[in-house]
Every structure is written in structure tokens, then in C-alpha cells.
């Protein structure tokens, strides 16, 4: 959603209200994992780790809810800007998710998959989007500053919930 409406594909309004449902969706899911966990006697890494990599995840996806909030708020227009920032944040999920479903059949394999999750490199990307704002900078660049700067906020929550994996496959294996 995000991707869609910096690329002037969907509208504000009705991309904020799409991402909420997603948020939602996610709140939903990890309200079920959280009961499902109290119900269970085993699971492949502590149950704490695994309730901190949920909300490492529920994080990442609240971050980029208030991206295109304050997208549709601040009035901001569509920017090439922010695509690699957003491109490197997807591929990071995509690593975490890829870690996730190792966990249960090859859980070092998990934890080094979680490692690689954090290196796709958010905040450079970030950086770099900043750093071209610079020369033009003042009021016409102060939004895209402002949700730039809750995109690097997602890649740290994805940066977490990485480290949560990583850390209950060393608890439990090593």
C-alpha cells in the first residue's frame, strides 16, 4: 500500500484506509499466535522470543500505517523518493518471513536468514533520500523528511523482530 500510493497509484484516503485494515489484520493474527502460545507446551524457540518477534512484526506494519496516515495528512504527492526505501524495507520482510519459516525445520539455518533480514539496507537508503532533499530544503520538503523518517522507523522495528528470532534460535539450539 505504501509503494502504491507513493507511486501516485492509489489514492490518500482510500490507500490510509486499506493500510488500516491490513494493521488490523496483523493485530488480529498476533492476538491469535499470543493465544495460541498460552495453549501450547512446546514451541520452536521461547515463547517470549516469539511474542517479541510478533511485536517486533505488528511494529513494522504500525510504522508503515502511520507512513501513509500521515501521507494523506501532511498532503504529501507521489515521489520516486521514497520507492527505494519502501523496496529495501519489502525485502527485509521478505528475509524475516523466509527466516520464520525455517524456524521449525532448520532453526540455525532460521537464525542466520534473520540475520540477513536486517541487511537490506533501510537506513542507507534512508540516508540517501534525506541527503537529496537537502539542497531544496525547507517547507516544501519538510513532509517527505517527516515520512522518510517513519520509514527508517519501520526498518528498525524489522531490524527487532529479526534480532527476537535470532536470539530465541540461540536460546534454544546453541
Known sequence: MAHQVTAGTVDPA?????????????DACRAALIGRLR???????????L???????DDVLDATRDFVREFDLFGAVPDPLYGPVLDRLAGGLARLDAAVLL?????????????????????????????????????????????????????????????ALADGVMKRFQ
Open 14 to 26: 482510500r490507500a490510509r484506509h486499506l493500510i488500516g485494515v491490513v494493521e488490523h489484520d496483523g
Open 51 to 57: 511474542f517479541r518477534l510478533s511485536r517486533g512484526v
Open 103 to 163: 524456524l521449525p525445520s532448520a532453526p540455525r539455518r532460521a537464525a542466520e536468514a534473520a540475520a540477513e533480514a536486517k541487511k537490506p539496507g533501510v537506513r542507507p537508503a534512508y540516508q540517501h533520500a534525506v541527503a537529496a532533499l537537502m539542497p531544496g530544503a525547507g517547507a516544501q520538503t519538510l513532509a517527505p523528511v517527516l515520512l522518510l523518517g517513519r520509514l527508517d522507523v519501520a526498518g528498525e522495528r524489522l531490524a527487532a523482530a529479526a534480532d
Open 39 to 49: 495453549r501450547s507446551v512446546t514451541s520452536p524457540i521461547d515463547r517470549e522470543d
